[in-house]
């Protein structure tokens, strides 16, 4: 795959830098050398990663590096083939999504799972809406619903003009926002976002970003999954690099130049052999 272009910390190092921080307090998650076979087919070859509260930890890599199946690995949805999951230093397995959600452990997919049709307040209680009782009967407390929408909305930094309107007629950065709010409000102490910018304009992507800062600042761990290196830059506070299912490691803010972590994400020697046969046109 060709020489690294700037030095990272390999999985070795990795685990060492996990033990430090366990002095200071275990890190909120580890994920320790994971494996995910399906078949024959490899999708992950001992990937290593931490996240620690009010951390954000930036996953990259190009399509089919193995990020989807990563998170898919520590939000509960497939288990490892080999490795180990440890929360807050005690080993786990996560039975299903169900379970890692119980353990703090939120998803917020490209789709939002979220019904356009349907209001901002029901998108943000689906499952979990809140209930008053009128005589012998329970009915969904549409007051209290609305309220709490909006104040975490207002939290993350959007202002809905009605908690009614439906979700469908929001931008793709206040769907987010949605979204994560709803996350947060419900007790994820680590956040996994998908990509969350892959789809928006520049205006969108910055209130998107915003969102992650405050998030961040409430004392939540993130991992963000994005293939942009500009908006990792701009909220990560460390960078691990996926390739072909492979860690080529781990990188603090400021230790690392933004081409550099480009060229990595695009194949590093790979690229600058593909350059030179093609007459340098790439």
Known sequence: MGTPIFEMRDVEVASDAA???A?????FIEMRGIERHFGSVIALAGVSLTVNPGECHCLLGDNG??????????SGVHRPTKGSI???????TFQNPRHAMNAGIATVYQDLAMIPLMSVTRN???????EKRIGPFKVFDFKTADRV????MERMGIRLRDPGQAVGTLSGGERQSVAIARAV??????????????????RQTANVLATVKRV?????GIVLITHNVRHALAVGDRFTVLNRGRTLGTARRGEVKPDELQDMMAGGQEMVDLEASLGGTV
């Open 124 to 130: 943000f209680w689906m499952g979990r809406e809140p």
């Open 149 to 152: 929408a909006l104040t975490e």
């Open 216 to 220: 961040r600042e409430k004392g939540v």
């Open 23 to 27: 002095t200071n307090g275990a890190p």
């Open 86 to 92: 440890f929360l807050e230093g005690q080993p786990v």
């Open 19 to 21: 033990e430090d921080d």
């Open 185 to 202: 409000y419900f007790g994820a102490r680590i956040l996994i976002l998908d990509e969350p910018t892959s789809a928006l304009g520049v």
């Open 65 to 74: 590096a193995g990020k989807s199946t990563f998170i898919k690995v520590m």
